[in-house]
């Protein structure tokens, strides 16, 4: 058994002996009351599943194991520029709870360069797709041709053992993780270079390679696309693609069947579709405005605009977070770091200041903060990936960095299958009127 496996086997091993004897004891114990906003209201902030990975708070954001992003940036092996961290660290912590060693982070990217081998079939059924279909369609339908190779569905089949369905599982995110640089970055190579691909440098990490493979030069871009894939890669269970993931999962269905259905729920525009929503926002408004260096005041009448046409201002907002949302600030400090000048960037950092007093005076936005989406565009297009409907792919492939290791965990504790309870309405008036007095 490789280093990592055993490792994750000791761990939920022993987790899972915990859990059973904690339930045992305190299963019947109340840990929610619902109400019904909360039913009606998508389900907010009810507690209804366990996540390993990490932990959201409101105020103080994302935590990774317990690590908040400035730490992690501190702690976790980093890339060649000394600064960014490697998303193969950020995977080892979600999936073991330990920050890994360099070392460990090397033999992790060499597992997945050994493991990055795309089967020829993905390739031609993206061939086949109309070069304009949208890039995640292209990836749903790559990841969906890539089930094929499922380690979990083959041993299903055989007959394995319960108590074994961690092993494929685990053996299906890792071959499943290593094939998605490669499989996203013909997807941008095919819809916007006009199919000419790049051959895999295997002297680079996971999100070095990443980067080469997309045909975007410089170092300072691939320091970029290690950032992106580290903090866009969980944010705890609720969210719609981690969720989604989830619960495909738990009817049995592999990883390659989950992991697609995750990133369905990541191409809507109130998820992950967001960041190419605000890009596109900003560009509309440029446009509309006549200048790349917009005044405070003019971007403030194209926000009002934006609510009096009865549309959302994107990136801004969150259903859980009540703060500006540190994954932003990550990707702020960034452009502090290296692209401080860049006009786009500027323009950002404005709609930062013009914005939340606007959302505020609504009365009714929980959230007038920005989210993850509302700074990685201007990012990626000075770098010159400007192509904002593939923004979406590379959320996707960080985030299934999270939502697999998770899966991994679903497996092995053994969770089952998830029902919840639907009402109807007459359910609920019959419900009111038997229950609350007068
Ligand atoms: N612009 C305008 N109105 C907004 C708003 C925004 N950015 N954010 C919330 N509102 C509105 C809601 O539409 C809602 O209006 P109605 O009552 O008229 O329906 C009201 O404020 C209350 O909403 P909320 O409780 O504050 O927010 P929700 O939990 O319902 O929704 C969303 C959270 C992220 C969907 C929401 O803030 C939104 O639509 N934001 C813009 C889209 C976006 O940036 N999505 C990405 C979120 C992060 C993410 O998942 N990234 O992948």
């Known amino acids: 058994m490789d280093p990592l496996k055993q490792k994750f ?11 059973r004897a904690l339930l045992k ?39 990774f194991r317990g690590y908040s992003i400035p730490e992690l940036k501190e702690l976790l092996p980093k890339g060649p520029d000394g600064k960014e961290p490697r998303p193969e660290g950020l995977f080892w912590l979600m999936l073991v709870g330990e920050i890994p ?11 997945w360069t050994h493991r990055s081998n795309v089967p020829q079939h993905t ?33 299903y089949a055989e007959g394995m053992k319960k108590t074994d369905y961690w092993d494929p599982t685990y053996e299906d995110t890792m071959n499943l993780i290593a094939r998605l640089p490669r499989v996203a970055a013909y997807i941008y190579r095919r819809t916007y270079h006009n199919g000419e691909h790049i051959a895999p440098d295997i002297s680079l990490d996971w999100a070095g390679n990443f980067a080469h493979l997309l045909g975007i030069s410089g170092e300072d871009f691939k320091s970029l696309m ?80 934006t609510l009096a046409a009865g549309q959302v201002i994107p990136g801004y907002g969150h259903a859980v977070l009540r703060r500006p949302d540190p994954r932003f600030v990550a990707q702020k400090t960034f452009a502090e770091e290296y692209i401080k000048d860049d006009d786009i960037v500027k323009v950002v950092w404005q709609v930062f200041e013009v914005v939340p007093p606007i959302l ?3 009365g ?10 509302a700074h990685s565009g201007a990012l990626l297009v000075h770098y010159g990936l400007k192509e904002y409907s593939y923004y979406t792919v590379l959320f996707g492939v960080s985030r299934a960095l999270g939502v697999l290791a998770a899966m991994c965990w679903s497996r092995a504790l053994g969770m089952p299958l998830e029902r919840p309870k639907s009402v109807t309405y007459d359910w609920i008036k019959e419900y009111l009127s038997e229950n609350v007095a007068g």
Request: with cysteine; charged share 20%.
């Open 226 to 305: 290690r950032i992106y894939l580290t903090i866009h890669a969980d944010h705890e269970g609720g969210n719609a693609s981690a969720h989604t993931t989830h619960l495909v999962g738990s009817t049995l269905s592999d990883a390659y069947f989950s992991l697609a259905a995750g990133m369905n729920a990541l191409a809507g525009p109130l998820h992950g579709l967001a960041n190419q929503e605000v890009i596109k926002w900003i560009f509309k408004m440029l446009d509309a405005l006549g200048t790349t260096k917009p005044t405070n005041d003019q971007i403030a009448d194209y926000v009002n605009s």
């Open 123 to 155: 390739f031609d059924l993206l061939d086949s797709l109309p070069v304009d279909t949208h890039p995640m369609t292209q990836l749903s339908a790559a990841i969906i041709s890539l089930q094929t190779e499922s380690c979990f569905a083959r041993r």
């Open 360 to 362: 505020k005076g609504l």
């Open 25 to 63: 004891e305190h299963g019947n114990r109340k840990v929610d009351e619902v109400t019904l906003r909360q039913v009606f209201g998508g389900a907010r902030g009810i507690k209804m599943m366990v996540w390993e990975t990490s932990q959201l708070d409101p105020i103080d954001g994302i935590r």
């Open 364 to 373: 009714k936005v929980k959230n007038p903060w920005p989210n993850v989406d």
């Open 9 to 19: 086997f000791e761990k939920s091993s022993a987790l899972k002996a915990e859990m």
């Open 101 to 111: 060693t360099p070392e460990e982070v090397d033999w992790l990217t060499d597992q």
